[in-house]
């Protein structure tokens, strides 16, 4: 009992100390108060406006003891802001404020305000520049990559892309969110050089149909594509066809005449044209190089590397066609290289080209003359006109390889054997031509003038005066054999019936007379004898 009743004023001491320690920790955390939480606060917002309420009495002191870059400030017990926020500004979006307060004979304390700023969409996205120029080679595969153009925005991501859909033929976006440019269709060089694209950004996915502020922005990309080398040497002139994605350029060949034991000096004159190649990819002309690849057994002939002329190292001597298989190759790429044939035909000279018989022919033809009528050769006859051209390398003066052509007319055409037949009606008084003779082997040809006069018309057209066609005469002629025929056939039957009555005439008269006047002659029997 004794140890109970000596401790008890000391307890009662501590209590006290504690009870007066409680008392004045409870009066210093007293003196201001701020609501908990953080504090939201839009950027962009106006001066001055309230961020909190420091509820404190009115003996207390208050004052701003942090102010993160000096952005508040305080009106009595009102926490404000100086000026507007800008949220991309600030070094950061969470600013803590402390606010010191004290009393005279009170312990001071701080008390801290988060100030949380809003970000709010106002700024546009951006390129980093207005225009872009983008080099494509050609025939890139499908879906290949051909850059990467993007748009920044300090105010928010995912940005949304879109080209527009006038400039979208060839190329697309990988995704909305991606403005990386994929190939779309196939690129031709030789279709499309140059590709202007329109790109579009956006900072709200569909910013026209809500009512959130949004903002786009446009850059303009232009496509260069670029000819690469995918194409051998084309020997002109040739034909161009396309199949599938390939261009092919088929050429026919060249063809070239020499005399035989002649020796051509300079390059051989070919058809159509000499030999000559160019780069297939039109935009690169590589330089083409020509050899002779097989053929030229003997070396007859040599090619010039650079130009492509044939010349002659020695004559030929044996008549007949020489083909040469010639090959154009790129210098730089030997790999792209186009083969075609030149072939020469060695021939016997010829010492002289055909000739007509005369300079000059006149022609006659009625005004009523329908097409396929023949020209005539004089005003009296219908004899047709022909025209006959002479080679004296041949025996006779024929040459089965001359031809007849029609030059400066379309009234009329010429046949191989040299008549003249009427192609459309004439409505003119006259007309004149030239007739040619070709040597269709050596090329050689002579000419002649032909003057046709328009004469009036003696008749009503009608095919018996119209003049009779070579066809004509052959079915008339035909049609006379067969009568004849009919008719031969026709006469032996009847003669062959002829005999046969004859003959049964004689017998019946001989028998019924003879039997009555065994001495009469029967008349009728020697009439038939005489028939």
């Not at 970000?119 to 983008?134: K, R, T």
Request: with cysteine; charged share 20%; aromatic share 8%.
């Amino acid at each position: 009992m004794e140890v109970k009743s000596k401790s008890k004023p000391v307890d009662v001491l501590l209590g006290c100390i504690v009870a007066i320690c409680f008392s004045a920790l409870c009066s210093a955390e007293r003196l201001c108060t701020v609501p908990p939480g953080p504090v939201s606060v839009p950027e962009n917002n106006t001066a001055d406006i309230q961020v909190v309420k420091i509820i404190s009495g009115s003996d207390v002191t208050l004052t701003v003891s942090v102010n993160p870059e000096d952005l508040f400030y305080l009106k009595g017990n009102l926490l404000m802001v100086k000026k507007g926020l800008d949220y991309e500004s600030l070094s950061s979006s969470a600013l803590v404020v402390w606010v010191h307060c004290s009393r005279s004979g009170s312990r001071s304390v701080n008390e801290s305000v988060e100030v949380l700023v809003e970000n709010v969409n106002d700024n546009p996205p951006n390129f980093a520049q207005n225009h872009y120029v983008l080099d494509v080679n050609e025939l890139i595969p499908v879906n290949s990559s051909v850059g990467l153009i993007e748009a920044t925005d300090v105010d928010s991501e995912p940005l949304y892309y879109r080209l527009e859909s006038a400039t979208d033929k060839y190329f697309r976006l990988e995704n909305i969110n991606s403005p990386k440019i994929l190939v779309k269709s196939l690129l031709d060089f030789d279709v499309i050089q140059k590709i202007s694209l329109v790109l579009h950004v956006q900072d709200t996915f569909n910013g026209s149909a809500s009512n959130e502020p949004f903002f786009t922005s446009v850059a303009t990309i232009t496509v260069h594509v670029k000819d690469v080398d995918n194409r051998p040497p084309w020997f002109q002139p040739c034909l161009r066809i396309n199949s599938g994605n390939a261009k092919l350029c088929v050429s026919s060949g060249y063809r070239g005449k020499v005399n035989l034991t002649e020796k051509e000096e300079g390059p051989l004159v070919l058809e159509p044209g000499p030999v000559f190649a160019r780069d297939g990819d039109k935009n690169r002309s590589e330089q083409i190089s020509y050899r002779i690849l097989r053929g030229n057994e003997g070396n007859i002939f040599q090619i010039d590397e650079e130009t492509g002329n044939i010349t002659m190292t020695k004559a030929a001597d044996i008549v007949g066609p020489i083909t040469l298989t010639v090959v154009a190759s790129q210098v730089t790429n030997r790999d792209q290289f186009a083969v075609t044939q030149v072939s020469i035909e060695v021939m016997k000279k010829s010492r002289n080209p055909p000739r007509f018989e005369k300079e000059r022919y006149e022609g006659f033809i009625y005004s009523n003359s329908v097409p396929e009528s023949m020209i005539l050769r004089d005003r009296s006859t219908n004899r047709p006109f022909r025209v006959r051209a002479r080679d004296e390398d041949f025996a006779g003066g024929v040459n089965p390889d001359v031809k007849y052509e029609v030059q400066y007319s379309s009234y009329v055409n010429v046949t191989s054997d040299g008549f003249v037949i009427l192609k459309r009606v004439v409505k003119t008084e006259s007309f004149a031509l030239q007739l040619r003779a070709v040597d269709a082997t050596t090329g050689e040809s002579g000419t002649a003038a032909l003057s046709v006069q328009v004469i009036p018309a003696v008749a009503i057209p009608s095919p018996s005066n119209i003049g009779y066609r070579p066809g004509d005469m052959a079915l008339l002629g035909l049609i006379m054999a067969a009568l004849l025929v009919l008719c031969l056939i026709v006469i032996g039957f009847l003669i062959s019936r002829l005999w046969k009555g004859n003959a049964s005439m004689d017998k019946i008269c001989a028998v019924s007379h003879f039997k009555r006047h065994p001495d009469f002659i029967c008349e009728h029997s020697h009439h038939f004898r005489l028939l």
